[in-house]
Antibody, heavy 121, light 106 residues
Framework: EVQLVESGGGLVQPGRSLKLSCAASGFTFSNYYMAWVRQAPKKGLEWVATISTSGSRTYYPDSVKGRFTISRDNAKSSLYLQMNSLKSEDTATYYC??????????????WGQGTLVTVSS | DIQMTQSPASLSASLGETVTIECRASEDIYSNLAWYQQKPGNSPQLLIYDANSLADGVPSRFSGSGSGTQYSLKINSLQSEDVASYFCQQYNNYWTFGGGTKLELK
């Protein structure tokens, strides 16, 4: 059974940093593209970052480019999101998601339960 | 960037009714479209991929259709467990979600 368990969320002041983690199990982690997707309170979904199987390629929307960094450790079956220079508009539940396979242009087949990040002074 | 416009934003329907949700892309996305269901308090779950392929375990009352820039999700014979928010997503060029449709029972 595919499982994705996020951790690392919490309350953080504007301008500070936070690192999220996602522990994956139930599949061969190194074979899949992985992503982060966020959802502001009572709002829709926003793709935040995607990383290739080896970690050599990363993709970001303009809203987080230069501030967020996605990374992975295939030996630990773990995904990370380093978030710097946080803003109030980054307040959201952050979901770890697995792409369909090793192909970039694919949907998100599995999602974790999410971790809440609140940016506030 | 590809924009996804989803309609309606909210919808109220009766049990047993057929419901349709629309999604329009700002450019041709060549059927690279998925639909997700998010029940209150839960994470999103995949319903449909490649515009019309049903994900594993999804009831057959759900169906997807469309091509080019216009896509739709249809729910036949609405059940109480279908109360949820629904999101479309394009994956032709990076990844973009529609604004969502909140489906409630009348």
């Amino acid at each position: 059974e595919v499982q994705l368990v996020e951790s690392g969320g919490g309350l953080v002041q504007p301008g500070r940093s936070l690192k999220l983690s996602c522990a994956a199990s139930g599949f061969t982690f190194s074979n899949y593209y992985m992503a982060w997707v966020r959802q502001a309170p009572k709002k829709g979904l926003e793709w935040v970052a995607t990383i290739s199987t080896s970690g050599s390629r990363t993709y970001y929307p303009d809203s987080v480019k230069g501030r967020f960094t996605i990374s992975r450790d295939n030996a630990k079956s773990s995904l990370y999101l380093q978030m710097n220079s946080l803003k109030s508009e980054d307040t959201a539940t952050y979901y770890c998601a697995r792409h369909r396979d090793s192909y970039a242009h694919s949907w998100f087949a599995y999602w974790g339960q999410g971790t809440l990040v609140t940016v506030s002074s | 960037d590809i924009q996804m416009t989803q309609s309606p934003a909210s919808l109220s329907a009766s049990l047993g009714e057929t419901v349709t949700i629309e999604c329009r892309a700002s450019e041709d996305i060549y059927s690279n479209l998925a639909w997700y269901q998010q029940k209150p308090g839960n994470s999103p779950q995949l319903l449909i991929y490649d515009a019309n392929s049903l994900a594993d375990g999804v009831p057959s009352r759900f169906s997807g259709s469309g091509s080019g820039t216009q896509y739709s999700l249809k729910i036949n014979s609405l059940q109480s467990e279908d109360v949820a928010s629904y999101f479309c997503q394009q994956y032709n060029n990076y990844w973009t979600f529609g604004g969502g449709t909140k489906l409630e029972l009348k």
